[in-house]
């Protein structure tokens, strides 16, 4: 549906996307990366906010650089720094943007704030919003249009978890007939969402798997061990700790290693974000040796 096509993004001397190749399909593909990965740059080019230096994005195989109106009608996107206007209530702000997107049909603006779970409050003023619901109303913002895609940058950052819960199922449910892109910096945020998730280091794209498939690969690599804090001080320079908890006058430690790393540690299942982690890891030391 969604092809990017070897796309890179330049500001000056800056490389913000290297090279990225995808073919994204309808379901929830979440976006992962460090700060400055290249997540946002990749996201704001697939709402064609920007264009590419180099490279095709094609929407059903129609070239949306060149025709970026083609994505914007099939396009809803909530943008990371998402703002609402205080003063506005939920429907105002939604009858707002519905003008501004030539949406004329009002009773849809009240089934959009029933899908975001917002109905109770549509005469309310954003002003006395929580976090999530801001962002729930800026989902139904996103989705005036009825998007085939439908993009959201960091959505869950500042919410709380019983919120983050919440926005999750609701990006789960919008994911059955769509495509959805969500990036975050939060594993768990897409553990039991994503069906792929696509890993950004430094502008490029360093795996696109099911989150089942980076659990496998790590598998046999994490490892949970009790020590002092002294012994843990002596662990081998190439032990990557995971984890640290303190425990009695010890730490509970999960560590990631190719073997084992110390004598009374025992293999465990690693977490999505421990296989992410582990990738990274590597992907960061094969490029140091890459360097030298
Ligand atoms: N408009 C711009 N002008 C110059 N450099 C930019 C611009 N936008 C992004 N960059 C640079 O491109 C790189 C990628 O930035 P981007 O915001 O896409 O990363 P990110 O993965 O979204 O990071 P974060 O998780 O912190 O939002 C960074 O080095 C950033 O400084």
Not at 69 to 93: I, S
Not at 158 to 165: A, I, Q, S, T
Not at 170 to 190: C, E, F, K, M, N
Not at 197 to 225: C, H, K
């Amino acid at each position: 549906m969604l092809h990017i096509d070897n796309v890179y993004k330049t500001y000056g001397s800056r490389t913000a996307v290297d090279g990225v190749t995808l073919q994204l399909t309808p379901g929830v593909v979440g976006l992962v990366g460090h700060n400055g990965a290249g997540k946002s740059t990749l996201l704001h080019l697939l709402a064609t906010l920007t264009r590419p230096t180099r490279g095709q994005l094609l929407l059903d195989g129609q070239d949306i650089v060149a025709r970026p109106d083609v994505m914007r009608q099939r396009l809803g996107y909530l943008p990371q720094d998402f703002g609402v206007y205080p003063h506005l209530t939920a429907l105002e702000f939604l009858s707002y943007f519905a003008a501004l997107k030539g949406v004329r049909n009002a009773a849809r603006l009240h089934e959009l704030l029933a899908l975001v779970n917002l109905q109770d409050q549509a005469h309310q003023p954003a002003i006395a919003f929580s976090g999530g619901m801001r962002q729930r109303l800026g989902i139904a913002q996103a989705l005036l249009n009825d998007p085939d895609v439908l993009i959201v940058d960091e959505p869950t950052a500042g919410l709380d978890p019983e919120e983050r819960l919440r926005f999750r199922r609701l990006l789960g449910d919008l994911g059955q007939r769509r495509l959805v892109l969500l990036s975050t910096h939060i594993a768990s945020d897409i553990e039991n969402l994503a069906s792929r998730i696509a890993v950004m280091r430094q502008g490029r794209l360093l795996a696109f798997e099911s989150p089942q498939s980076f659990i496998e690969a790590a598998q046999g690599r994490v490892w949970r061990v009790q020590l002092s804090s002294a012994a843990a001080g002596r662990l081998p320079a190439t032990v990557q700790m995971l984890q640290a908890q303190p425990v009695g006058d010890g730490l509970l430690l999960r560590l990631a290693h190719d073997t084992r790393p110390c004598m009374d540690a025992e293999p465990v299942q690693p977490t999505l974000e421990e296989a992410l982690a582990l990738l990274q890891a590597q992907a960061g030391a094969d490029r140091v040796a890459e360097a030298a």
